[in-house]
C-alpha cells in the first residue's frame, strides 16, 4: 500500500551513506531553558540561576534531553519531514560534551553513516545518522547516533550486503 | 541519585511510577520536538504503518527522566524525614544506548523503573561517582516501550580533598567542564 503523506519524498533508494545534513540553528533562551525544566528536568541547576552558578554546570543550562529534543527538531526539519521516515528505532553514544548555556545558539551537522535494509522487514531500511551539535562558537556540545526507519521503494528488489 | 555514592547498592531497583499519555500531550509534544506526521497529524497518522498517532520516542523518554527526578526528589525528603542528611546528584555525561521498542498511543499508560547496573569513582571529576543505571519503561500490556543505559554523577560523601584537588574542583565548575567531563 503506498503512502500518500509520504509518495513524492526521498526513500530509502534516494539516500546514500556519506550525505552530510546541515541542520539550521536555535538560539536557547532562559525562559526556554526555564519552561522545559519545569516540566521534564526540575532540578534547581536548570531553574535558578544562583543554583546553576553553584552547581557543576557553572550557569544556567538547558537540560541535556533539552538540547537533545532540539537538535532532533533540526533534523525533522532539515531531513526527516522531507524522507518516507517510518519512525526512530532509538540511539547510541548520546553524550554531553559541554552544557547549552542561556544565550547560545545550536545547530550543526548530520551525516549519513550507514544504510541497511532491514532483514524481517522488506519494505523498511534502516538509516543510521550521526550528530554532531555545536553551539556558536563551533564547540561541539552534544554528540549522538539515532537509527531510524525508512521505507523503500521497491521492497521486492533484492536485499544485498549488509541487512540488519 | 539522591543518596550518597556510598549507599547506592548495585541491582537496586526504583519503581518510577507510571504516566498516561494523552493525544494532546503526544500533538503538542511533537509539534515542539518531533513534528512528524505520526505524532502531530491524527488523520495524516492512519496512513503510516501505527495506523494512528503515536509519541515521539523522546517524548516518553522526556517523561522517564521527569519521574526519575521526581523519585529522586521523593528519596531526599524520606532520608531528610529519618534524619539523614541527602545525598547529590550532577549532571549526566550521557546515555550509552536507548532502544524504543512498543509505540505509545493515546490514553497508554507507561510504567517505569531504573535499575542501578553498576558505579565507579569519577577518573575526571574528584569527588563525583559515576552511576550506570537502566531506565525501562513497559505499557500497559507489559510490553517493553524503551530500555536505556544512562550514565549519572554522584557526590562522594567520603570524600575529604587536598589543596590540589580543592583547586582542581573549582576549576571544573568553570565553563570548560566539557573536557573534564569526559569519562
Known sequence: MTNPVTIDRRHYEDLAVGEVITLGTIKVTKEMIITFAKEFDPFPFHLDEKAAKKSLLGGLASSGWQTAALSLRMLVDAFLSKIASAGGLGFDNLKWKMPVMKGDTIGGTVTITGLRRAHSHPEWGIVTLAFNITNQKGQPVMSMVLNNLIDVRDPKAPITGDAA | ?183
Open chain 2, 1 to 183: 541519585m539522591t543518596r550518597w555514592f556510598e549507599d547506592i547498592t548495585e541491582n537496586e531497583t526504583f519503581p518510577l511510577g507510571d504516566y498516561t499519555f494523552t493525544e494532546a500531550e503526544i500533538i503538542r509534544f511533537g509539534k515542539l520536538y518531533d513534528p512528524q506526521y505520526f505524532h502531530i497529524d491524527p488523520d495524516k497518522a492512519k496512513f503510516s504503518h501505527f495506523g494512528g498517532p503515536i509519541a515521539s520516542g523522546w517524548h516518553t523518554v522526556c517523561v522517564g527522566h521527569r519521574k526519575m527526578v521526581d523519585a529522586l526528589f521523593a528519596e531526599e525528603e524520606r532520608l531528610r524525614v529519618i534524619g539523614q542528611e541527602p545525598g547529590v546528584s550532577g549532571p549526566s555525561p550521557g546515555v550509552n544506548s536507548m532502544v524504543f521498542k512498543a509505540p505509545v498511543r493515546p490514553s497508554d499508560t507507561v510504567t517505569y523503573e531504573m535499575i542501578v547496573t553498576s558505579k565507579r569513582r569519577s577518573n575526571s571529576i574528584p569527588g563525583w561517582g559515576l552511576l550506570f543505571y537502566r531506565l525501562n519503561a513497559t505499557n500497559q500490556h507489559g510490553d517493553m516501550v524503551y530500555s536505556a543505559e544512562i550514565v549519572g554523577f554522584s557526590k562522594l560523601r567520603d570524600y575529604k580533598p587536598t589543596p590540589l584537588q580543592k583547586l582542581t574542583i573549582w576549576a571544573a565548575q568553570l565553563p570548560v567542564i566539557g573536557k573534564l567531563l569526559r569519562r
